[in-house]
């Protein structure tokens, strides 16, 4: 009877032993699946996923924002782990190739404006990281996107597959082992997640980047992305690794530059949420970067200009009856001098930037100071607020043109100039492109070509017939 107790109770703690370890495990399990999808929350942060997946005041990552390109808007898609309308049935392998080869689970081709030529560098522990928190930790939304419509033949999505031929790269990132453990960070954010080449390097006819030119400044729809190379004068050279962290952190540093536009919502929604350690490893790329020289950059772009006031000018002067004629001391002391002050220094308390000694000032590519003037800036993170209002309802192209060249003038760099035409064109959204021409001139020779050929071979078949 003894005997039978102790084995009753031996195979009771057997069992509860057993239980035991089934519940740690599934304890073990459920805490590293949510540590898998925090890594993968702050890979999607790093790699600023929202910016295009969102729509303003819409459901995150549900997809539907327009981006503008030169061959037409391109909608984003839903990324949400919706079953009917995101991507809730990818697997595992379909979601990578979407993120680094630009195919979907339906084999179609998606569109470079989805950077997946610098995701392919993404490693497969931060795909699988990214898979876990697109699955599991995001809400999922049942509302489909509106699909892209680009016009011929950009509408044909094969023809990607040709392009990807050419100008994907599907090597993921490999170490430099002749550098440190934090350059080679820093060089996989910049170059993968991160996705800076997408906007800051140049692109070539068919939109491709010209890496020839890498980080040597882009252009981003109506925005202009600064070279952000090594160069002293037209890169980051003359920067230090603090002042770059600055910027990506605040969105601002001083006496150098500010964010706005496309920019801004890069620091706002991904750069200022990365950790310290990410940040200091990017800074420490970045200045390393093979320098891109701008001939017309014949000073730090950062390094123009002082301060000045000739507002007195101006002092019981009339205002001419067309306010077109305006002067630009006039534009600057009716517009600007209430918070940059009349000798352009800023704001007293640093909030509102000084216009000398400042980036946006010193570019002989004008487009950001225009677009700034159009738009103006408005950014609120989570302790403070900038607010600079855009007169795109309130000046004309000629206001906007003579304030600029008032500006340049006084603060800015001298090569510099804004145009009439030049302020109407990004009013109007940019410049229209001439590829979608060139690419049917260039399918229709390729018939003719081919018409040619097949005419050509069926003649010397007769020939050798008779």
Aim: hydrophobic letters at 40%.
């Amino acid at each position: 009877m003894k005997l039978m107790t102790r084995l009753h109770v031996n195979f009771g703690a057997i069992v509860l032993a057993l239980v035991n370890l089934n519940v740690c495990a599934a304890a073990a399990s459920d805490t590293g699946n949510a540590d898998l999808i925090k890594r993968g929350e702050y890979l999607a942060t790093a790699g600023d996923c929202i910016a295009c997946h969102s729509t303003p005041n819409g459901k995150p990552m549900a997809g539907g924002l327009s981006l503008p390109t030169p061959l037409g808007p391109i909608i984003s898609t839903n990324i949400t782990p919706s079953k009917t309308n995101g991507i809730g049935n990818y697997t595992l392998e379909q979601f990578s190739d979407a993120l680094r080869k630009g195919v979907r689970a339906d084999g179609r081709h998606l569109y470079p404006a989805m950077p997946y030529t610098s995701y392919a560098k993404v490693s497969d522990d931060d795909v699988q990281a990214l898979y876990a928190y697109f699955m599991q930790g995001v809400a999922p939304v049942d509302v489909s996107a509106p699909a892209t419509a680009l016009p011929f033949p950009f509408n044909l999505r094969i023809s990607m597959a040709a392009w990807n031929l050419l100008y994907l790269d599907k090597q993921p990132f490999t170490p430099d082992a002749s550098k440190s453990q934090e350059w080679n960070r820093g060089a996989y954010l910049t170059l993968g997640l991160a996705h800076c080449s997408t906007c800051h390097t140049p692109r070539n006819m068919l939109m491709a980047e010209n890496l020839s030119r890498e980080l040597g400044g882009g252009e981003v729809g109506t925005w202009h992305a600064p070279n952000i190379t090594s160069d002293v004068n037209s890169g980051v050279g003359g920067w230090s690794e603090q002042e770059i962290i600055d910027y990506m952190r605040l969105g601002h540093t001083a006496n150098k530059a500010q964010a706005a536009g496309p920019m801004a919502e890069a620091v706002d929604n991904s750069l200022r949420h990365l950790n310290d350690a990410d940040l200091h490893a990017i800074a420490v790329y970045l200045k390393t970067v093979p320098a891109q020289h701008d001939a017309a950059d014949t000073s730090p772009v950062y390094a123009f200009g002082a301060a000045a006031d000739d507002l007195n000018s101006i002092r019981g002067v009339a205002l001419p009856a067309d306010t077109n004629q305006m002067t630009g001391p006039q534009l600057y002391d009716a517009q600007c001098a209430t918070c940059h002050q009349a000798r352009g220094q800023g704001s007293f308390d640093g909030g509102l930037p000084p216009l000398f000694h400042n980036t946006a000032l010193g570019r002989v590519n004008t487009n950001n100071l225009v677009m700034v003037m159009l738009e103006g800036v408005q950014r609120k993170n989570d302790t403070s607020e900038v607010l600079m209002p855009g007169f795109k309802n309130a000046l004309s192209d000629q206001q906007i043109a003579t304030l600029g060249n008032y500006l340049i003038k006084n603060y800015g760099n001298p090569a510099a100039s804004v145009s009439v035409e030049q302020v109407k064109t990004l009013r109007a959204g940019g410049a229209s492109s001439n590829l979608v021409t060139a690419a049917r001139a260039g399918i229709g020779a390729l018939i003719i070509v081919i018409i040619a050929l097949f005419f050509a071979f069926s003649r010397r078949k007769r020939r050798n017939a008779a």
